[in-house]
């Protein structure tokens, strides 16, 4: 069964990028599903940050859209997280997940998939940012 | 700030039923039959519960029900058990500007 592992540095400076790899085993990363990031900062609640298609297709929370890259390898089946400029309310508890876009919709005649349900997530990595 | 809102808190008792609301608006939960529920134990990963408004993974008990009514969703459980004491976050489609909308979570306590 699918299963993910998120790795990355533990401590990341200000003004820095932020980098995390998910590594995706038992499971095709080529498989049509979308590979996210979600974050949770100390106590609070959950945060979508994006997700990424092996297609290319790849869409972001617009809060943090302008620091986010994801992206995928293939090859390897990991993807990657890379946030930029970050500060102290960037630290957080990180997690990979794999993303449905089964459903459809129409929108104005267009048929559109939604993205959806997380299932399996990674096991998380915390990551804090401090000078 | 989250995008949908939860109550921060609910408990019942072993075997009793109890319901956590999810309230959007129509442009997320009201607007699209993609809600998602998850629970999460402390340290752990979410869990996924309940997918596209009322589906239950295979594995999850019949115990674990969502529904939606307008812009708010629900998830019950029902025959409380210990280990159902956790935190539970609903997650809806939210377009194709925000695409992904999470509530604050709520911890359910079993007495």
């Known amino acids: 069964q699918v299963q993910l592992q998120e790795s990355g540095p533990g401590l990341v400076r200000p003004s820095e990028t932020l980098s995390l790899t998910c590594v995706v085993s038992?499971?095709?990363?080529?498989?049509?599903?979308?590979w996210g990031w979600v974050r949770q900062s100390p106590g609070k609640g959950l945060e979508w940050i994006g997700s990424s298609h092996h297609s290319g297709n790849t869409h972001y929370n617009p809060s943090l859209k302008k620091r986010v890259i994801i992206s995928i390898d293939k090859s390897r089946s990991q993807f990657f997280l890379k946030l930029s400029s970050v500060t102290a309310s960037d630290t957080a508890v990180y997690y990979c997940a794999r993303q449905s876009d089964r459903g459809f919709y129409y929108e104005s005649g267009t048929a559109y998939h939604p993205l959806t349900w997380f299932d399996p997530w990674g096991q998380g990595t915390l990551v804090t940012v401090s000078s | 700030q989250s995008a949908l809102t939860q109550p921060r808190s609910v408990s019942g008792s072993p075997g009793q039923s109890v319901t956590i609301s999810c309230t959007g608006t129509g442009s997320d939960v009201g607007g699209y039959p993609y809600v998602s529920w998850y629970q999460q134990h402390p340290g752990k990963a979410p869990k996924l519960i309940i997918f596209d408004v009322s589906d239950r993974p295979s594995g999850v008990p019949d115990r674990f029900s969502g529904s939606k009514s307008g812009n708010t969703a629900s998830l019950t459980i029902s025959g409380l058990q210990p280990e159902d004491e956790a935190n539970y976050f609903c997650?809806?489609?939210?377009?194709?500007?925000?695409?992904?909308?999470f509530g604050g979570g709520t911890k359910l306590t079993v007495l």
């Open positions: 997650c809806s489609y939210a377009g194709r500007v925000r695409f992904v909308a």
């Open positions: 038992d499971y095709s990363i080529t498989n049509d599903y979308y």
